[in-house]
């Protein structure tokens, strides 16, 4: 009996691999031709208007230079455009919103990827937000995206109470899920 069982699950462990192999090439499971997307990267970014004490509709737009693993072994440049409009920002806090960010990469290929969910926390002057999305078109289309984003102001708190704060840099986290 214990003999028929070991037999079973080596059958169903062979099978499970071969099918496997035939279904899935290494490197091309799960996003359309191409395997996991890891990027990793640093922004600038840029309220528009400047972030002051008082919450109002606050343009964000932030160009990101990243390093991209596409496959094993393989990483390539790339650079995203990512722009989002949050409904109440302010110095002291930043409305979740989303966003949408266009990442090209060295190859000639792209991904639109539409942020549909945020949480944003901010921890001894440091920003943190953690993105959820999903790409709509190109490299990964249909797939799920994590982005997270983490940055200190460029500007002097105290520039809260005069100009605003402006500007932004920021190191970038993106993951293109199979």
Do not use: K
Not at 41 to 67: C, F, I, K, M, S
């Amino acid at each position: 009996m214990v003999r028929g069982r070991g037999v079973t699950l080596m059958v169903g462990s062979l099978a499970l691999m071969v099918s496997s192999l035939v279904w899935a090439p290494p490197g091309q499971a799960g996003t359309g031709g191409y395997g996991t997307v890891a990027c990793t990267g640093h922004a600038q970014g840029r309220y528009d208007p400047p972030l002051t004490l008082l919450p109002r509709e606050t343009r964000n737009h932030a160009d990101v230079r990243y390093t991209c693993t596409t496959a094993p072994g393989r990483t390539t440049p790339a650079t995203g455009s990512f722009d989002t409009v949050a409904p109440a920002a302010s110095c002291l806090s930043l409305s979740s919103a989303g966003g949408t960010e266009t990442v090209r990469y060295a190859d000639g290929s792209r991904s639109v990827i539409v942020i549909d969910g945020a949480t944003t926390a901010r921890v001894a002057g440091v920003l943190v937000v953690l993105q959820s999305g999903r790409v709509t078109e190109g490299r990964g289309e249909g797939h799920l995206v994590r982005r997270t984003v983490t940055s200190l102001p460029q500007q002097l708190p105290t520039d809260c109470l005069t100009s605003g704060l402006q500007v932004t840099q920021s190191a970038v986290q993106l993951e293109i899920l199979p």
